[in-house]
């Protein structure tokens, strides 16, 4: 179970930027994913640290968080982000 992390393509900002919207300022808190995440973050930065490693990530990614999975989001510069529960 690992988290993958790319450069959103104009694809994918056309389609991501239709949907909801969150926000978080800096913090860090606790997490589980009953369902996998697909997000396009417009603003901020993050380490999210689960079981077998942790994932950076930031303004212009593209990120899908899996199923099942627990970890700790550490965002450090505040985050909005468009997301779509699979």
């Given at each position: 179970?690992?988290?993958?992390v790319?450069?959103a393509?104009?694809?994918d900002?056309?389609?991501m930027?239709?949907?909801?919207?969150?926000g978080?300022e800096?913090?860090t808190f606790?997490?589980y994913?009953d369902?996998e995440?697909?997000?396009?973050?417009t603003?901020g930065e993050?380490?999210?640290?689960?079981d077998g490693g942790?994932?950076?990530?930031?303004?212009?990614d593209y990120?899908?968080?899996?199923?099942?999975m627990k970890?700790v989001?550490?965002v450090s510069?505040?985050?909005r982000?468009?997301?779509?529960?699979?």
């Amino acid at each position: 179970m690992e988290i993958k992390v790319r450069k959103a393509t104009p694809d994918d900002i056309a389609k991501m930027t239709k949907l909801p919207t969150w926000g978080c300022e800096v913090s860090t808190f606790d997490w589980y994913y009953d369902s996998e995440e697909h997000c396009y973050l417009t603003e901020g930065e993050v380490v999210v640290e689960y079981d077998g490693g942790s994932a950076g990530f930031g303004a212009g990614d593209y990120v899908i968080l899996p199923e099942g999975m627990k970890c700790v989001w550490k965002v450090s510069k505040a985050v909005r982000k468009h997301y779509q529960f699979m």
